[in-house]
């Protein structure tokens, strides 16, 4: 497979001091579609060094995703690269890497041409490299092990030897990827880089950073969103062993709202500074606050949801497919069902915090962030600060889930160590972590169907209505935002279909959780479609199949289509799998639910018992996942366990409750986690293709939730049309 | 400040802390030993469990005055150069995902087979109860502590 780049500079190849070559890429002219910055800057991706050791650069944040691992894998493969002499070296923040955000399940998708393309241009200006100095034709040679390979003669050349030639070779224009049938590191397990530092301690997380004259801090905000301070007595806080000073952080003071939409106002609040971390948490209990609430809507979880209720007759419309009105007045029969689904926080493991040294104009941050692009912007915006005054290092992450897409943490340190004058590690306690969360937003869901004679959908109306976390100034208004994408299952399967957003204003701080809208919307629609199922007593799956209709392509929105062909091959593997065929003892129950997203489709079977007392047990879950080729089965396949555990722990448990304004909830014991006995047998395969690799960060989430009320509802014949399931 | 001595991975040290202060601080910010971490500072994840006297504890809810009597093993501690059957079981199955939780659930693993050598699946269940793992390597969990048993019995 051939990639032409109309681009001759799209490397750059350079010789270090040490005599390694470095390779250069210039990342942009790898997207075909991207514009051309101005200023060329070349990523130094690919470093082999004289003693045969290559270093990959791994660009992107590690967040627990495995990236770290797989995109250098990719560009080790079409390098032809020794994996056993490969050392990953994880990238600071740098406009040289183009784009560093992880989210969106995009890590793949984005960047497996460019790591191809760039592996691939190495290796062959080293194979032309080897064949001036053998005098032989490049056709005849290939890379591995990092050594060049001369096919008819078995002779080697290795790669550290070929550096002074390769350097002088005029850079090719076009690549060759290699086929992929003869991969050697992409499809195999790989464990994870970093793994013998993981089991032994020796990983370095942000919240380990320390730094020579570091001083420690935390965080008392006023739990209530959108409150401030009114006055504080800091007395006590400061006879506190260990308190070096009390400051409050005041989000007026810095222009209000920066960080994008919906933004909470991320300062209100007093900072400890401590010479521990003990100390500050110690100082922040003796803090006696008087909170300013005169600017929140004291909001509750039941008026918030009544006024959800309230907003379905009044929605815009986000997609009309066909007359929705028409296929109801011909329908057979119609049905419809509301749904509740919950705010949610996310609860990484390690809690919010961020190191800053910011002195001398010098603002140099170690910051657990999915988005130092947001966070750039927002030291800019907040000091006055130009690009290269920033320094960004991207420190191992203990989970993201989207929470640390926004930086109001990094913001907060930012302001303290400027103000004192020293490096800060601000670390926030779980309490603050939960009740300072951008939540998955909570909504009501309605869905309504018309049915002809034989129960198949002719009419499909989905209306979701919630405050959105895409609204820009969430409380004062501005322009609305969505939960519900025109390109929502299923689009594009039914002739009319109409898919409908109600806005309602909120002070809840609302952000990306991970698989973002479909983690809400997934439950009501495929729920839905099992309550179609039964009223038309037809198994769950036939009528699944039925609905998806012949294989062919559907197209979606624009030029979006997708492959209804590889969500039936998953269905119907899946149902292989489970034995969805065969019989369960009394009370027990099976349900299913399978989806697209990002790029891949993936079929879930819940199995559970209920018993007399209405417990659930999930008994086991089988996953059929095509999400085109494997970079990592090993990283894949967690991705697929972890997106299926959050889900259904999402489903069992997670609910975050609003009280006068503040979240209710604020650790382990109130915002429950699943724990070891609850965790079933999970069973997962992948289908094999040839593929472009597709997002899997975020699709097995989804489908999970449905799947388990759907087997809960098998088990006892009881609908779940509100979540959390248990209260 | 009072300063206590305490004995940490089989050595002495001595640190200048009040008397409230839990164990957990002392490891992370006075010793450096950050490889036990911080996740709820209620004995409610798990991410800080350490052995005492050879009990897997929450160095969270334990002040540095009452760990003063026994050894305590942090991760940093538990092997040489990463050769515990829990460790070595653990990068066989690629157990991580963020990894933020897996010192705490190497301890607690290493714990249960110290008094179990080999736990049914219930045992693994309820001696692993108290960690939390946000990521769910929690299969992943149960199948290394089964494999470290097996490397037990070799
Ligand atoms: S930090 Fe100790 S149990 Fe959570
Ligand atoms: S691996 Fe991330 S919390 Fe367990």
Avoid at chain 1, 110 to 115: I, V
């Amino acid at each position: 497979m051939k990639n032409t780049l109309k681009r001759r500079n799209f490397i750059k190849l350079t010789v270090s001091a040490s005599g390694a070559l470095i390779a250069g890429v210039h990342l942009q002219s790898c997207m075909p579609k991207k514009p051309l910055a101005e200023v060329h800057q070349f990523s130094p991706l690919i470093k082999i060094d004289t003693d045969g050791w290559i270093s990959l650069i791994a660009k992107n944040p590690e967040i627990g995703q495995g990236v770290k691992t797989a995109l250098p894998m990719i560009l080790a493969e079409e390098l032809g690269a020794n994996w056993n002499k490969v050392e990953v070296v994880q990238a600071d923040y740098d406009t040289i890497y183009d784009e560093q955000w992880a989210g969106g399940s995009y890590a793949i998708i984005l960047n497996w041409d460019l790591m191809r393309t760039a592996g691939a241009m190495v290796r062959q200006v080293l194979i032309e490299a080897a064949s001036k100095k053998m005098n032989l034709p490049v056709e005849e040679f290939i890379t591995k092990n990092s050594k060049v390979f001369h096919t008819k003669s078995n002779k080697t050349l290795p790669f550290e030897e070929l550096i002074a030639e390769a350097s002088q070779i005029p850079l090719p224009e076009e690549v060759e990827f290699k086929p992929t049938d003869s991969f050697e590191i992409v499809g195999k397990n790989i464990p994870q880089v970093d793994l013998d530092k993981l089991v032994s301690g020796g990983a370095e997380f942000a919240i380990d950073i320390k730094l020579p004259e570091m001083v420690y801090a935390t965080v008392l905000k006023n739990p209530v969103f959108e409150g401030g301070v009114s006055s504080y007595d800091d007395a006590d806080a400061r006879l506190v062993n260990g308190v070096i000073d009390i400051i409050e952080l005041n989000n007026a003071a810095y222009g209000g709202r920066l960080l994008g939409p919906n933004s909470p106002n991320f300062v209100n609040g007093v900072a400890v500074i401590a010479n521990s971390t003990w100390a500050s948490f110690k100082g922040a209990k003796k803090l006696k606050v008087v909170w300013d609430n005169s600017n929140s809507r004291k909001e509750n979880t039941t008026e918030l949801f009544e006024r959800f209720h309230a907003q379905l007759p009044n929605t815009s419309i986000e997609r009309k497919d066909g007359d929705i009105a028409k296929a109801k007045r011909s329908a057979a029969s119609s049905f419809e069902a509301i749904y509740e689904v919950p705010f949610l926080a996310h609860a990484t493991m390690e809690p919010m915090n961020c190191t800053v040294d910011f002195r001398d104009d010098l603002c140099e941050v170690w910051a657990p962030t999915q988005n130092p692009e947001a966070l750039q912007e927002g030291l800019i915006k907040l000091f006055g600060l130009k690009p290269e005054q920033i320094k960004i290092h991207l420190p191992r992450i203990g989970g993201a889930f989207g929470r640390r897409y926004y930086v109001d943490y990094a913001m907060d340190t930012a302001i303290l160590s400027k103000k004192i004058g020293k490096p800060v590690k601000l670390t926030w306690t779980r309490e603050e972590d939960i009740r300072h969360d951008w939540y998955r937003p909570g909504s009501v869901q309605k869905i309504s169907a018309s049915l002809d004679k034989e129960g198949m959908v002719t009419g499909w109306q989905h209306i979701l209505a919630n405050a959105s976390r895409k609204t820009s100034l969430g409380r004062e208004g501005g322009p609305a935002g969505t939960e519900i994408d025109e390109y929502d299952f299923p689009a594009g399967l039914v002739p009319n279909l109409q898919l409908e957003y109600g806005h309602v204003l909120s002070d809840v701080p609302l952000g990306q959780w991970r698989a973002v809208a479909a983690s809400a919307n997934a439950f009501p629609v495929h729920c839905f479609l099992d309550e179609l199922a039964f009223l038309n007593k037809m198994d769950s799956i036939d009528y699944f199949l039925k609905f998806l209709g012949p294989k062919r392509m559907v197209p979606v929105v624009g030029d979006y289509e997708f492959d209804v062909e590889r969500l039936i091959t998953v269905v119907e593997k899946v149902r292989q799998m489970s034995g969805w065929d065969t019989p369960l003892p009394k009370g027990q129950g099976r349900g299913f639910a399978a989806r697209k997203g990002a790029g891949s489709f993936i079929a879930e079977v819940v199995t559970v018992r209920v018993d007399e007392n209405e417990k659930t047990k999930i008994l086991r879950v089988d996953a059929v996942v095509d999400c085109g080729i494997v970079v990592n089965p090993s990283g894949a396949k967690a991705q697929v366990e972890g997106g299926i555990l959050e889900g259904l722990c999402a489903a069992l448990y997670g609910e975050i409750t609003i009280k006068d304004g503040a979240a209710e909830q604020s650790n382990f014991h109130d915002y429950k986690w699943m724990r070891m006995g609850e965790v079933p047998g999970i069973h997962i395969e992948f289908i094999k293709n040839e593929l472009p690799p597709r997002g899997l960060g975020e699709p097995p989430l989804p489908p999970a939730i449905p799947a388990l009320a759907n087997a809960i509802y098998a088990a006892t014949g009881k609908r779940i049309r509100k979540l959390p399931i248990v209260k | 400040m009072p300063s206590y001595t305490l004995t940490v991975n089989s050595v002495k040290k001595t640190v200048s802390v009040d008397a409230d202060t839990p164990l957990l601080w002392v490891l992370r910010d006075e010793l450096g030993l950050t490889g036990t971490k911080y996740g709820c500072g209620k004995g409610l994840c798990g991410a800080c469990t350490v052995q005492y006297k050879g009990n897997a504890v929450r160095s969270c809810t334990l002040t540095v005055d009452s760990v003063l009597e026994g050894n305590i093993t942090t991760i940093e501690g538990l092997s040489e150069g990463q050769n515990h059957p829990v460790q070595q079981a653990w990068m066989e199955l690629d157990v991580p995902q963020c990894g933020y939780c897996q010192s705490g659930q190497i301890i607690s693993a290493a714990t249960l087979l110290s008094k179990n050598p080999n736990p049914t699946e219930e045992e693994i269940n309820a001696g692993m109860a108290g960690n939390i793992c946000r990521c769910g390597t929690y299969t992943r969990i149960r199948e290394a502590v089964q494999l470290a048993a097996s490397k037990l019995d070799e």
